[in-house]
């Protein structure tokens, strides 16, 4: 049973351009979660999905970030228009239900140059 | 809102020594859980262990256990016989016990260093 798989493992953007980050949950999980880690901090909470629905996305900035889970296919983070601070490693998370134990990728870590 | 605050930023600790990171947390919940992660330099989140907080015994995992103080709300790891392979950062997790919302929210970290 494949863990949570995210990629790219690493991206590199300038600013201005659009950042895509995908990851597939984990067999048979159905809620999705994307987190920020800045250098030297903890993981800060984007967003909560499950299949087709954003659940919570209390901890999305309100402009530039967007995230999906579709139907079929991973769930993607997409960051339009990047700028330097947008530079962190991005980690997703699956769960097999509302509160069942988060289990996380290996992150993607995005610089913008 | 909860916070989790990890006043330790930096820890050290000699090879089969014993070391304790401390957590504390803030909420106004009365059914959560609480975890601590590892993150090694390969930066994978790995769990190290939980607590449902209903529990009154405190969690373990071989050589890795809590000390959980809900009144108190405190909730740290202590690692006995520590390895090499400890070294890492380690983050404590509080996520609510909610119907609508179960998002885990991180303290800042404390970093260990195990010493030959």
């Known amino acids: 049973n494949a863990g949570v798989m995210q990629n790219p493992r690493h991206l590199v953007r300038r600013r201005g351009q659009e950042a895509r980050l995908r990851c597939s949950p984990m067999?048979?999980?159905?809620?999705v979660y994307w987190y920020r880690q800045l250098p030297e901090e903890g993981l800060k909470f984007m967003v909560y999905?499950?299949?087709?629905?954003?659940?919570?996305e209390s901890g999305m900035p309100k402009e530039r970030f967007s995230a999906e889970f579709p139907k079929e296919g991973p769930s993607i983070l997409r960051i339009q228009q990047v700028v330097r601070g947008d530079s962190a490693a991005y980690f997703c998370?699956?769960?097999?239900?509302?509160?069942?134990?988060?289990?996380f990728g290996e992150g993607s870590r995005l610089t913008v140059l | 809102a909860q916070t989790v605050t990890q006043s330790q930023p930096e820890m050290s600790v000699q090879e089969a020594e014993t070391v304790t990171l401390s957590c504390t947390y803030d909420t106004s919940e009365n059914n959560y859980y609480l975890f601590w992660y590892k993150q090694p330099p390969s930066r994978q989140m790995i769990l190290v262990i939980r607590?449902?907080?209903?529990?009154?015994q405190n969690a373990t995992e071989n050589r890795f256990s809590v000390n959980f103080q809900k009144a108190a709300k405190s909730f740290s790891l202590k690692i006995s016989d520590s390895q090499l392979g400890d070294t890492a950062m380690y983050f404590c997790a509080f996520m609510k016990h909610a119907r609508d919302n179960n998002d885990m929210r991180f303290g800042a970290g404390t970093r260990l260093t195990v010493k030959p």
């Open positions: 607590q449902e907080a209903y529990k009154q």
């Open positions: 998370a699956s769960s097999p239900g509302r509160r069942g134990e988060l289990f």
């Open positions: 067999k048979g999980h159905s809620h």
């Open positions: 999905l499950q299949k087709e629905n954003i659940i919570d």
